[in-house]
């Protein structure tokens, strides 16, 4: 059983994300709550409420025990990209990329 909780268009670069994102790879969920919780980015602050996210929809969908849970896959895409001007010398302008994210959690069961 795999239960998956998505975040799409995210304005933060995926770089930044994926920072975050493969601390908890393959940690329980006890553990990734754990590092999050202390996480001071911002990047740490939506992984968390997407994997408050995720394992809500495995206790009301699936019936799974929080305590049997751990991120088996976690994963970063980039989303969007908006494209900005920014004025430069000499009536000259250079391109400001402003990156989006999609981040996927899946959680599964513990075998055992």
Do not use: C, W
């Amino acid at each position: 059983m795999d239960v998956v909780a998505k975040l799409n268009k995210l304005a933060l670069s995926p770089q930044k994300a994926r920072l975050v994102i493969d601390q908890i790879r393959g940690k329980t969920v006890e553990k990734a709550y754990d590092f999050l919780n202390f996480d001071i980015s911002k990047a740490g602050a939506h992984i968390k409420k997407l994997l408050d996210s995720a394992v809500a929809n495995a206790e009301n969908n699936f019936g799974a025990d929080i305590d049997d849970l751990f991120v088996s896959k976690a994963f970063v895409d980039a989303g969007v990209t908006l494209k900005r001007m920014q004025p430069r010398a000499k009536g000259r302008g250079s391109r400001i990329l402003k990156r989006t994210s999609h981040i996927t959690v899946f959680l599964s069961e513990i075998k055992g």
